[in-house]
Antibody
């Protein structure tokens, strides 16, 4: 079964740091772009970051550039999001997502269940 | 910056056809996909590459994209189709971008 399972979300103070993980199974992880998408409470979907198969190409939404780092370990079938200098507006459910094909960056057909990050004092 | 605009809400009667739009500058030059998200659940891809349906998605769902507007159409709308729908596109500049979402109400 193709599956993505996120972990690492928790309550953190403004200015703090957090590392999210996404464990992939049931498909050849190293063959796909992978992304993080977030959804603030009551709001829409927002793409956060993407990483290409070989880990050298990484892209971010402007609001997290310089604060978040996306990475992957293809040997461990895992995707990560290191989040620094967290702000209240980073509060959201963070979802790991896989595209429907190995050549696409978007068009996600596999999603995790999400992990909740709350930034509050 | 590039934006995708979706109407906040659309209402439809059961059995009728629901159409939801997604607008962006020269959107027809890019591929668009659509997601359905029911409350408390992760999104589900219902259309990719403008008009293709993933396996398991009913043929009641269809999509088109031309000019500045992409459209998701649901024929014979059912109560189970009530959800939020998001369009999404990408290119080498914006990478991945979602529209703001449309809440479909079946009443």
């Amino acid at each position: 079964e193709v599956q993505l399972v996120e972990s690492g979300g928790q309550l953190v103070q403004p200015g703090g740091s957090l590392r999210l993980s996404c464990a992939a199974s049931g498909f050849t992880f190293s063959s796909y772009w992978m992304s993080w998408v977030r959804q603030a409470p009551g709001k829409g979907l927002e793409w956060v970051a993407s990483i290409k198969q070989g880990t050298t190409e990484k892209y971010y939404v402007d609001s997290v550039k310089g604060r978040f780092i996306i990475s992957r370990d293809n040997a461990k079938n895992s995707l990560y999001l290191e989040m620094n200098s967290l702000r209240a507006e980073d509060t959201a459910v963070y979802l790991c997502a896989r595209p429907y094909t190995t050549t696409a960056e978007g068009s996600f057909d596999v999603w995790g269940q999400g992990t909740v990050v709350v930034v509050s004092s | 910056s590039y934006d995708l605009s979706q109407p906040p809400s659309v209402s439809v009667s059961p059995g009728q056809t629901a159409s939801m739009t997604c607008s962006g500058d020269k959107l027809g030059d890019k591929y668009v996909c659509w997601y359905q998200q029911r409350p408390g659940q992760s999104p589900v891809l219902v259309i990719y590459q403008d008009s293709r349906r993933p396996s398991g998605i009913p043929d009641r769902f269809s999509g088109s994209n031309s000019g500045n507007t992409a459209i998701l159409t649901i024929r014979g709308t059912q109560a189970m189709d009530e959800a939020d729908y998001y369009c999404q596109t990408r290119d080498n500049s914006i990478h991945v971008l979602f529209g703001g979402g449309t809440k479909l109400t079946v009443l």
